[in-house]
T-cell receptor
Framework: DAKTTQPNSMESNEEEPVHLPCNHS???????IHWYRQLPSQGPEYVIH???SNVNNRMASLAIAEDRKSSTLILHRATLRDAAVYYC?????????????FGTGTRLTIIP | DAGITQSPRYKITETGRQVTLMCHQT?????MFWYRQDLGHGLRLIYY???????DKGEVPDGYVVSRSKTENFPLTLESATRSQTSVYFC??????????????FGEGSWLTVV
């Protein structure tokens, strides 16, 4: 599976937008970009996913570069509850094995 | 209740003992996964399964055994527990139909301490 690269940690002030970057230079044409987050002492939870176009949902927005080699998760107005580890992963379509790797993600700290 | 459940949630065992962590999902998802999470290593894939009776190794399979006789269950067994297997274990499941778009659902985790 193609790998992703994320910064280890980021900080943001409460009520400000947060941009979490992810590099995936070896992405293939059929790979979807998924974001998950893990709150303290909980299992990871789904945030958003996309293929080529930018995506919005109630939790966040996903901006995908035109060449698809990078993407950015955008939290429009961070709250203290958004403090978590955020994982960017690539998920292949229905071909090949499903050896899903998550890596270490980005630990987001929200400053009150 | 529908969802993915893990048991036990907390377990202390002794070195050399066999331990089985259970995972049950109610969606009939084809894919199931086991991850371990340790400080500084993030989530690491132990084993995964694409369907009943189909399993494959992940990044860190040594010391673990899995089985998948029924779609809804994916138990993880530590045949002879070691202290290095002290960790938090997460089970996950996902649909196989158009899996690129499918959400991965995680359990709440099983905290295992080997003394």
């Amino acid at each position: 599976d193609a790998k992703t690269t994320q910064p280890n940690s980021m900080e943001s002030n409460e009520e400000e937008p947060v941009h979490l970057p992810c590099n995936h230079s070896t992405i293939s044409g059929t790979d979807y970009i998924h974001w998950y987050r893990q709150l303290p002492s909980q299992g990871p939870e789904y945030v958003i996913h996309g293929l080529t176009s930018n995506v919005n949902n109630r939790m966040a927005s996903l901006a995908i570069a035109e060449d698809r080699k990078s993407s950015t998760l955008i939290l429009h107005r961070a709250t203290l509850r958004d403090a978590a580890v955020y994982y960017c992963i690539l998920r292949a379509s229905n071909f090949g094995n499903e050896k899903l790797t998550f890596g270490t993600g980005t630990r987001l700290t929200i400053i009150p | 209740d529908a969802g993915i459940t893990q048991s036990p949630r907390y377990k202390i065992t002794e070195t050399g003992r066999q331990v089985t962590l259970m995972c049950h999902q109610t969606w009939s998802h084809s894919y199931m996964f086991w991850y371990r999470q340790d400080l500084g290593h993030g989530l690491r894939l132990i084993y995964y399964s694409a369907a009943a009776d189909i399993t494959d190794k992940g990044e860190v399979p040594d010391g673990y055994v899995v089985s998948r006789s029924k779609t809804e269950n994916f138990p993880l067994t530590l045949e002879s527990a070691t202290r290095s297997q002290t960790s938090v274990y997460f089970c996950a499941s996902s649909e196989s139909l158009d899996r690129g778009r499918s959400t991965i659902y995680f359990g709440e985790g099983s905290w295992l301490t080997v003394v």
